[in-house]
């Protein structure tokens, strides 16, 4: 059985390249009909950031990578100091006594000797009856692994190829703490094997941890995963992914108005390559469902290049799926994520005593010119609030008209509506009378038009007038424009 897990820390935020190694995970475990879990990674209680566990396991349900079963390394550290215990007996790992300045000094002396710095305990070699004198004497200590001397170790990653280590190139790292908790990697060793994990995805920054945890198998006689290891997700000038240039949280692009499966659809291309086969001159297939993902996803169709997270492509992504929501789910959709990550709340109480229809009939209009939800937020307000106060004449089209002007074709445009009742004006109609209005009176048409625009949304930026109009409704329309009379 394929067995995968996500394993993050829950130091902070969820940083989006997290969903993309959670979503790999879930999508191979899935494809075999086999297990996925969720494990959090909290034993480094010096970065622990409280509540950071609830949002990790809230993205991953908004997300949709449903985890079969949730494992704490901090509820397990009697196992982990167990088989620490076993390897200090089998002579893979020692008691160690070495002070932080101790080790400082060793540091200190290799650089000015321009070597690089390789720990190797001076209590490494103590015979084991002593250490444990030591510490029954009260002496504080950490278990660090023991690795032999000119050592190849080889390892085949899934994503990155084969690649060889010599141990005389690696530190011999702490694997139990003085506070009695595990480093990540004794952690992480034990916690795969004993949990059954056959794949594993991790990031490429974990590779130097590699013969570590090679040497640490063998030596526990533990079966390996196959262990891949992502490329880094880099921004579109080759740096790292930074917030300076947005959201790099789960969270934040939701937070943003971002759809969580236009999200993931995007992040199923960093990567990671379809393994479909196109006619000549065919576009490449580029919008893929969770489920098909699923059925497409093999760890060999992932790629080692870093991939590039470009932002106006996610846009791209997340305003296909909102173009493709019936309006009853763009409805219910933004209305959820409103009431989550809305900022205005005088807008939320307006637009749930105006009722679904008349929300549904703006999104409706505004549907298929909507990248993300935090625009409709700023588009919503006009159709809920009209204070009549906006300056008529600020704007390029209306600064050279007079006022009266402005006025009059307002109360002419009033007695039109009137005449002819608004639901049985057509656009052709109305912006005939507009246009002939300007002529017979030596203004432009486009002016009038802004001055309409401005006596009934208070703004020069609005969807088309019209239909604006019509979602109002005379009553409303014609108040309107009556308060700059």
Known sequence: MVVTRFAPSPTGS?????????????????RHNGRFFLR????????????????????????????????????????????????????DAYYCFATKQEIDEMRSQAQEGKKTFIFRSPYRDMPLAEARTRIANGEKYVIRQKLPENHVVVFDDGVQGKMSFNTNDIDETVLLKSDGFPTYHLAVVVDDHLMGVTHVFRGVEWLPSVPKHVMLYSAFGYTMPVIAHLPVILDP??????????????????????????????????????????????RE??????????????????????????????????????????????????????????KDEQLKDMIIKGGPDYLQKILTLEQSRTHIFSELE?????FYRHEG?????????????????????????????????????????????????????????????????????????????????????????????????
Do not use: C
């Open 40 to 91: 959090i990674e909290d034993t480094d209680q010096n970065r622990f950031v409280e509540g950071a566990e609830a949002e990790i396991e809230e993205m991953l349900d908004i997300y949709g990578l449903a985890f079969d079963e949730k494992f704490k390394q901090s509820e397990r550290l009697q196992l982990y100091k167990q088989e620490a215990e076993k390897l200090i007996e089998q002579g």
């Open 237 to 282: 000038d080759g740096g790292k992914l930074s917030k300076r240039k947005g959201s790099v949280s789960a969270r934040g692009f939701l937070e943003e108005g971002y759809l969580p499966e236009a999200i993931l659809n995007f992040l199923m291309l960093l990567g990671w390559s379809a393994p479909l086969n196109y006619e000549h001159g065919e």
């Open 14 to 30: 969820l940083h989006i390249g997290g969903i993309r190694t959670a979503l790999f995970a879930y999508a191979l475990a899935r």
């Open 285 to 342: 297939r580029e919008l893929f469902s969770l489920q098909e993902f699923v059925d497409l996803f093999d760890m060999k169709d992932v790629n080692k290049a870093s991939p590039v997270f470009n932002r106006e492509k996610l846009i791209w992504f997340n305003q296909k799926y909102i173009q493709s929501l019936t309006p009853d789910l763009l409805t219910l959709k933004f209305s959820n994520w409103l009431q989550k990550y809305g």
């Open 378 to 382: 700023q588009l919503l307000p006009p």
């Open 389 to 485: 106060k906006a300056n008529l004449l600020d704007s390029k089209q209306t600064k050279n008209m007079e006022l009266d002007t402005i006025k009059q074709f307002l109360k002419d445009m009033a007695l039109f509506i009137e005449s002819h009742t608004l639901d049985k004006i057509s656009h052709e109609l109305w912006e005939s009378f507009v246009r002939e209005y300007a002529d017979k009176r030596e203004l432009k048409a486009g002016a009038l038009f802004m001055s309409l625009r401005l006596a009934i949304l208070e703004t020069p930026f609005s969807p088309p007038l019209f239909e604006v109009m019509g979602i109002l409704g005379e009553k409303e329309v014609l108040n309107r424009i009556r308060k700059y009379l």
